[in-house]
């Protein structure tokens, strides 16, 4: 798949870039699309949760390129190429980990020449949690806008009812027994003082009848932040993630992101 997906890159216009930054001991990996005479668009960062791959999500980059936006595709610790060949897990005794990992990725968007620097992101499912939860002491992360999918303000609860989900758990920390990595997944919450700090523009994404991450667990991330500027979106039909409603939500990320940065839809 990966190979596949590189193969299409010189084809696009202009081309795919694939991006790696060192981190710990491995390196997470990404690609960059950027729209076509558009000069120095804004950048927005699009990953999913615990079993997503990024190419999974190039429609969803599609809706956004489009919209005169590029976006980085990213695998982050424990996900995708960057686990299977970067050799990069989750850290299990330090949750803020993962946000060192993409403030790194923010940190290169700002100094790429071709892009202005302007810095959004969409978490889908477990990665929804990432834009809500704060940086790590001295890290500024950066952000302009921020989408939240499918997510949840303690991403265990997915464990009170599919214990078997453990197994999924494990692969992202790379620990030989699921314990350990069920453990460390349950020092990831979000207590009402945390997600304070997200000041920018936040729009919030989530099915009513969510059994993976439940509806009260996203109200509660969106009613906690400090934005003024916050957006509820509610399908009453929609599964986790709203992947039953594939184009409603890229239209509706796509123009708000759009809005946002004034790029036009």
Known sequence: ?????????????????????PHRTGTPTAWLHRPANVPQPPTVLLFG??????????TAARALVRRGMAVLLLDGPGQGETRLFGGLHMHPGDPDDVCAALSAFVTWVEKHPLLSGQVGI????????????????????GIAAACVNGGTDRPAEILDRYPRFAAKVQLLYGTDEPEPAVEALRRHILTPSLPAHLACPLLVLHGTPDQVFLIDSARRLHDRARSPDRTFLEWPDGDHSIDNHTYEKHTAVGDWFAEGFGTGR
């Open 1 to 21: 798949m990966i190979d596949a997906y590189g193969r299409a890159g010189p084809l696009l216009d202009p081309p795919l870039e694939q991006v790696e930054l």
């Open 49 to 58: 949760g615990f079993d997503g791959w990024r190419e999974e999500y190039d």
């Open 122 to 141: 969409w978490g889908n499912s477990f990665g929804a949690y990432q834009p809500p939860a704060p940086p790590p002491p001295g890290i500024d992360p």
